[in-house]
Structures are given as structure tokens and as C-alpha cells.
């Protein structure tokens, strides 16, 4: 049982308030982080409206035209589904029902609103960036165990989505959407995020038995991906630290495993399951632990508990 190497009750799996802290600290700084470039985009759109003396004057300034967009609250996403005349309407309304009742005031009031919608779309953002959190920090673990072992090993470029030669590059777990290695004569793709065919679902980590060329996008099924005995091991990553969601993040995590255990033992397979989890509390860490001494789970691990993840990830460098 793997698990023993780095669990020995499900006390070991209980967050720490201590990391708590520090995950909610990760987020405000990445947070920090993503909203700089808005602040920018903010003076420089109030750089160029100080120009005008009165709010129908920023009509004629043509550098913040599409700034007067998104103060009127209109996103990136909805300028494109707008006719002209529609978008002239909503700078219109802008100034109409709020610069002009602002006074002299009426750049701050655009610098404001300007800020608010583009709050509310880093908004929308941040709402995933926990779970890229999780996934990032399981990812560097995984490198660093890779250059620790001596291991070589290509990554799946999220740009260019080309397989790249390893090297030694900050941040480079921030564009990894796969892994491949070799370990003794066995070949070994680890795919992010993938929709797998007999689950019908999206899965956060699959595990192949196969090289990367064996895995083909799409609906071919000579992929890969569309044969079960290729699965090693599939796992579910939840990296949201807050502990007010820790028990719906397991329960989702839970039932998908337990679909993926189902299918597969449809076709006669049993791949390995996995979880990861950042947000771990005391009952839900009591139901895992169980699971994994009933063999139900093959591994888990508290994301922010360093031996456990290199204990996991070492596991399943080796499968």
C-alpha cells in the first residue's frame, strides 16, 4: 500500500491551519499579481482623459474609445456581439447618466467605472485560480522529483502545444498540459485534464502506458486514450484551500473516482485512483483514509503537505 509511505492515520491528512493561512495569502498575492495590469490601464486612461474639460469632450480623444466601452460596462466578450451604433449608445448612456452628474469630478467617475468592469472580469478569473494553484504546485513537485532521480523527461508547451526538451526554466509548471518520461524500459504520459471516452467525463490526471504520440486529440480511436488497458492511474487534484468548501470538493472528486472505478471495471480494468486535495478536513479526511485502507483509493496525499506530495508523485513516477 503506497499510501503507508507517507500516511500513517487520517490525522496526517487534516490541513494544517497554518497552510490554510498560506494558501489564502497565495491567493491575495497571485490576485495582486493579476490585477497590476488593470491598475496600469487605469492611469493611462486617465492620462488621456485629463485632456477634456467637460465629458463629451472624451468622444474625441480615439485613444480611449474602447476604454469608454468597458467603463460603460460592456466586457471584451460582449463588444463583439455589438453593432456600432449599439456601443455608441452605451458610451452615450455612460455619459449621459453618470460623467455629466459627477461634475468636475466626471475622470474619476470614468477611472471608477472603468475599474469595476474590469474587476468584475478578474473576477471571473480568480475563480479557477485556485485550482491552477493546486495544479501548478503539484507540477513543480513533480519536475523537481524528475531532476532529483536524474529522470529526463518533455512537457506538453500549453502555448505552442508542442512536446518540449526539459530544461530548468522559472514557471515553467505554469505552461505544462502533459508529461512524458522513461522510467527503466517503461514509457509514461501524464495528460492534464482529459475528457476520457469510456468516463465520458473530464478527468483532472490520466496516466498512460504509452508514449506521447500514441495520444491523439480528438474523436480517433486509435488513440490511446480510447483504450482502457492504457490507464495506469487517474486522479483527482482540488486545490482550493478554503475550508468552508473542502466537503463539496471531496464529494465531487469522490463520485468521479467512483465513476471512473465503474467504467472501468465494465471492460474488466482496474487502473489505479488517486486524490490530492488542499482543503482536507477531519471527517472527510476519516471517509479517505478509509478508502484507501479498503483499497478503494490506491493513493492520496494533502497538497500542502511537501512529503506527502513527493511520496505520491514518486509513486507514481515508478507505476
Partial sequence: MPFKNHLKSYKNLITPYEQTRAGFISLALEKTRKATPFIEEAKALRAFSVKATKPEGLLAISQIQNALLVAAGISDKAKNHLLESDKNKAIAGLIEEFLKPSGKHFVDELVYRFLLTRGDSLGGSMRNLAGKLGEWRFTRMLISIFAVRGVTFKYLDSRSREWMASHDEPDIEKRVKGL?????????????????????????????????????????????????KKYLALGELKGGIDPAGADEHWKTANSALERIRTAFAGVDCNPHTFFIGAAIESAM???????????????????????????LCDWLIKI
Fill in 180 to 228: 512524458y518520461w522513461v522510467f527503466g524500459k517503461a514509457k509514461r504520459t501524464l495528460a492534464y485534464n482529459l475528457t476520457v471516452p469510456i468516463v465520458r467525463k473530464n478527468v483532472d490526471l490520466c496516466l498512460f502506458d504509452c508514449a506521447p504520440n500514441e495520444i491523439i486529440s480528438g474523436e480517433n480511436k486509435n488513440s490511446a486514450h480510447y483504450k482502457p
Fill in 285 to 311: 479526511a476519516k471517509e479517505i483514509y478509509q478508502q484507501l485502507s479498503n483499497h478503494v483509493l490506491s493513493n492520496g496525499a494533502n497538497l500542502t503537505n511537501e512529503d506527502q506530495v513527493v511520496s
